[in-house]
Structures are given as C-alpha cells and as structure tokens.
C-alpha cells in the first residue's frame, strides 16, 4: 500500500524518466528472443501509446501554468506608430504633414481582486490531477498488458494439451490398429478411433490460431511497433507459468486502500479544489484592478523628421478599473463556477462509491476463482488415474474403448479446465490490485 504523495512522486519520476523518448521519435524494436511478465511491464510504461498520451497532457498542462503565472508577472512591450497627414489638419505648430512616436512600456499588475492568485492555484490543481491521471492509466494500462501476457500463457498451454491429446489419441488408433490385425477387435473400433482422433484436431488448430492473435494484443498493449521485414514472423519465447498460489484479502481493508490509495479519486479531489479556487476567480470580477505603468516615449519635433531633435521622456502612473455594473455578468461566472464546482462534488461521490463496487466485484471474483482453481487441480489428478486404469482394464479385456476414449476426452476438459481457472485467478488478482490502487509489483518503487 503507498499513501498518495507516493504515488505522485512515483508518476512523476515515470514521467521524467520518459521526457527524453516524447522528445525523440520513436526507433524500430527488434523482436525478443524471450519475453517474460517483468519485461514487457517495463517495455509498456515507456512504450504504452494510452500512457504516452497522459504524459503529454501534463506537459500540456505545464505549458497552462506558464500561462496563468504570466497574469502576475510584469510586461515590457514596445509600440510604435507613424501618421501622415493634410497639413490643414495638422494639431501641431507650426503645421506638420506627419507624425511617429516610439514607446516602451512596462506593467505590473498590483491587485485583480484574487483573479491572479485563485488562478494560479488552480492551474496547480489541474496539474496534479493530470499526474494522479498518469498514474490511473498507468494501472489501467499495466493490468491489461497482465491479462494479455496471461492469455498468451493460456494459449500456449492449450496448444500443450491439446498436442498431448491428439498424441494419445493416435496412440489408441495405433493400439487399435494392432488389435484388429491381430484379431482381437473388430474394425468399427478402428473407425471410432480415427473418428476420435479426426475431432482432435479442430480444437488444436484453433488453440494455435487463438495462440497467434494473442501475441498481436499483447503487442498492442505494449505499443510493440516494429514493422521491419526480417521480425514479422518472429515471436519470442514466452516466459512464465499459470501457477495457482492462493491469496486472502480482507474486504474492509480492501476497500480502505481503495479508498486511500486510488489516483482516480484522488485526481477528482484535486479537481474539486480546482473548482473551489475557479470560484474565486470568478467572484474576482467584481473587485477593482490596480496596474502599475511606466512607460519611456520618443515622440518626432514638429517641424523635423531628425530622431535627434524628438521630444522624449519618462511616465510612471496607476491605473484602476472598476466594473461597477457590468450587466451581471460576474454574477453568471460564479454561478456557473459554483455549479462546475457541485458536479465535481457529485462525481466524486459517484466515483467512491464505483470504486467500492469494483472492489467488492473483484474481490468476489478472485475467490470464486481460487476456489474453482483449488477444485480443478484435483479433478485432473483424478482425470489422470481415470484413464490410466480405462488403459489398464482395457488391456485386459475388462474395459472398452469408448472408456478409455471418454476418459481421454474427460481428462483433456479437466486440463483444459484448469488452465483456465489458473488464468482467471491470476486476472482476478491483478483487478483486485488494481481496484485496491496498488502499483504493479513490477513497477519500479512499488
């Protein structure tokens, strides 16, 4: 469990560690040799397109705070202009046909009502609330690329027992085949067998395709791009076992690390406090501005276009504006600041109590699927000395082939249903981690 200001640290060490790559495009990656959990974690949080995008928004965000800070610092500007006129019309003596002055400017805003500094706070809230977002899809982003390198597992080990099933089965065709030349069995057998076997097939060709497609989605959650020719066909070695090892959680823990620990929730707290500071800003127009100016100006002699004979000179003053009545305009802008201000406490509210679901759902999960991977595991062992003692009896003439090709068939469904309940345990507790606001154990300073 790490508390909030952690979880910010940590979202803005992955952000500077990846300042360099969005800077840069991005360079051809060669296909691994070997690929396990650990590594493609760390390939996804700089490479992940979902993750890539929320750093850019905080950058964006940077570039906002820039911005709002501009309205507190003092402006230097420089104007000039130039006129030519009927001399008839001319304001000056003796009568001129054209007039220019130069002018350099400098203000410094003394007082906006609050405007500048409820600005500015706020501009630091939206910025914290994009990297507590960072870190939020960061999770999102991770626990999909866990889920994707599970389903590869899983098809990989479907392939194994499906392979392991056709084998068997062509060993009872074989067996078959034996037995019918040496007139121990009629050839109706023969044909049960290689019907058995025909039907093997389609579940191994379909473990192979399910296998392939796979791979392509755990490259699109990593952001794997290479498209040079000699990779397209090369898939690394994939590393890692669907083991089950059983885990408990305490619901009312559970739902206070979800409670403490969630970027999402804590992103909207800090967008709330960005209202808040948005109110304020609002009710700012109702207050006096207070600027302070100087300026030095160059201004042409009448009668002379020469730069040396122009009039020039210092101007230091204040300047106020105050909207006594401005149509209540100021009073739209706090209340639409206080409405944006109530529905960011709504969502709030919503989002808590999402969370809560989401734990209790997951969690839910995770032990309807320890307890079916806890009943799979014996259901293979009893499997397995199904149809050792079908072959057995078979052998001695006490069993027939339908049994041992019914245990055969029962013992590829019972791994084939443990594989599956290995995978589901191991995503329902990776969502529990996630619904709890824990960091990918692989994820540096988790």
Do not use: C, H
């Amino acid at each position: 469990m790490i508390s909030r200001m952690t979880r910010i640290t940590l979202a803005g060490a992955l952000l500077l560690s990846a300042s360099r790559l969005l800077a840069q495009p991005a360079t051809p990656q060669a296909v691994p040799d070997s690929l396990d959990l650990k590594t493609a974690v760390a390939f996804a949080l700089e490479n992940n397109f979902s993750i890539r995008q929320a750093r850019e928004r905080i950058r964006q965000q940077e570039g906002v705070m820039l911005e709002v800070k501009a309205l507190g610092l003092p402006t230097i500007g420089v104007g000039a202009s130039y006129q030519r006129n009927a001399t008839e019309i001319s304001q000056t003596f003796p009568a001129d046909d054209s007039l220019w002055q130069i002018q350099i400017q400098a203000r410094q805003a003394l007082y906006a009502g609050g405007a500048i500094k409820a600005g500015i706070a706020g501009a630091e809230r939206v910025r914290e609330a994009a990297v507590l977002e960072l870190q939020g899809i960061i999770n999102d982003s991770l626990l999909q690329v866990r889920s994707r390198f599970y389903d590869v597992l899983l098809a990989r080990e479907s392939i194994k027992v499906r392979e392991q099933s056709v084998a068997l089965l062509q060993e009872q065709l074989n067996n078959a085949r034996n037995r019918f030349e040496a007139g121990a069995s009629s050839s109706f057998e023969v044909l049960r067998a290689e019907v058995a076997l025909a039907n093997a097939q389609p579940p191994l060709i379909q473990a192979r395709n399910g296998y392939r497609i796979a791979i392509e989605e755990l490259r699109q959650a990593l952001g794997f791009t290479n498209r040079e020719g000699e990779n397209l066909r090369k898939t690394p070695e994939f590393l890692g076992e669907l083991t089950f090892e059983p885990v408990s959680f305490d619901l009312q823990t559970a739902l206070d690390a979800a409670r403490a620990n969630r970027p999402e929730l804590a992103r909207l707290d800090k967008l709330q406090a960005a209202q808040e500071e948005g109110v304020r800003r609002a009710r700012a127009g109702a207050r006096p501005g207070v600027d302070l100016v100087g300026s030095y100006q160059w201004r042409k002699a009448g009668g002379s276009d020469s730069f040396s004979d122009a009039s020039d000179g210092w101007l230091l003053g204040v300047q106020s504006q105050w909207n006594i009545f401005d149509g209540r305009a100021t009073a739209g802008r706090v209340v639409k600041a206080r409405s944006a201000l109530a529905q960011s406490q709504l969502a709030r509210s919503e989002a808590e109590l999402a969370v809560e679901v989401e734990v209790r759902r997951s969690l839910s999960s995770l032990q309807e699927a320890g307890e079916l991977a806890e009943a799979s595991r014996k259901v293979v062992e009893q499997a397995a000395e199904a149809l050792r003692l079908a072959t057995v009896r078979q052998a001695a003439g006490t069993a027939t082939q339908l049994d041992v090709l019914t245990s055969q068939v029962d013992l590829t469904q019972a791994r084939t249903n443990q594989l599956t309940a290995n995978y589901n345990y191991l995503v329902a507790m990776a969502r529990l981690r996630k619904a709890m606001g824990q960091a990918d154990q692989f994820v540096p300073g988790s």
